[in-house]
């Protein structure tokens, strides 16, 4: 079947040790953002969840804006290529502008996003992630704060996806390799 317990291998982050992680980076952008009215980019669609538990542990006034950039499609490889699917609707000039994202793997839509928000005239932009992947980092680009590192595996669950399915697991998961395969091969 494809219940939850049915495609997961393992757990590699609970709903837990999530939580904390939000804990920790919220209370640590509460202070490096005092005094500031930060404007909070979600990277859409993966960041969502993550984004919504993260902002809930920051005591900041800020706003908050979604920017659609998509470089794996609905496949679960990176194409390298990367477009803006949807736009933000915020003006970033002169702004301190926060990306969240769900994972930086390779970096290139990291990348593109802080190039595009600078190049915009924002006063700064930085980045929150709940994860790192950062053995497979092809570009140089600062994940300003991360929840985690992670290894070479394919995680799915708390936005992560597979397909643009499985986002909604309330923890990180490794998939098992035959639910891979099994659409690998088709
Ligand atoms: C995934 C993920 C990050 C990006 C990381 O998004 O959410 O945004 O890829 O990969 P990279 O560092 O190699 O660029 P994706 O393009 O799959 O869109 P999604 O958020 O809608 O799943
Ligand atoms: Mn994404
Ligand atoms: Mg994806």
Known sequence: GDKINDIIDHKLFSEDDIHEMCVRLGKQLTEDYAGKRPLVVGA????IYFLTDLTRQMDVA???DFLDVSSYGDGFESTGKIKVVTDMSA???DRDVLIVEDIVDTGLTLKFMKDLIKKRGAKS???CAMLNKEACREVDVD????????????VVGFGLDFLNMYRNIPYVGVL???VIQKYVNK
């Open 62 to 64: 800020h706003q908050l």
């Open 44 to 47: 859409l669609k993966g960041a």
């Open 176 to 178: 098992k390799p035959e």
């Open 125 to 127: 932009v930085k980045c």
């Open 143 to 154: 994940v300003d704060y991360y929840g985690s590192k992670v290894g070479n595996e394919f």
């Open 91 to 93: 003006d970033v000039k």
